[in-house]
């Protein structure tokens, strides 16, 4: 709670609603990584924030003289492409790698008749080759 309050800068935060967010923001990480690793506490954080400053997702206000604009979608709780990005690393996992399906048993040498022209003994029908 005091975390959330700090993250967001917040001098005063109701902490049972901060407790709600920060459980439920878990709770949505555990969706892409189960156990959460080190260093997620700053993604939970990021989801719960969000969630916590713009819970009716308002993408226009205006207030007086003032108004804001914020990007649609930027309210509620939910991982951005760039959370779930961030879990995944944060786990090990993501980013690019090679698969080798060669097996390790495999020899380079063909696997079928050659004669002398550099062509199989013999052609299926059709070919056009005798």
Known sequence: MEQLGLYLGLSEIDGNRADLLIASA?????????????????VVLSVAGRA???PQQVSYETIGPM?????????????TKNDKAALKSLAGRGGAFTVDPTPSTADPSPTWPIDDAGFADEFEPGWGYS
């Open 67 to 79: 108004s804001v604009q914020r990007p649609s979608g930027s309210g509620g709780l939910y991982l």
């Open 52 to 54: 916590y400053v713009n």
């Open 26 to 42: 878990v709770s949505l990480c555990q969706t892409i990584v189960k156990p959460l690793p080190e260093g997620a506490e700053a």
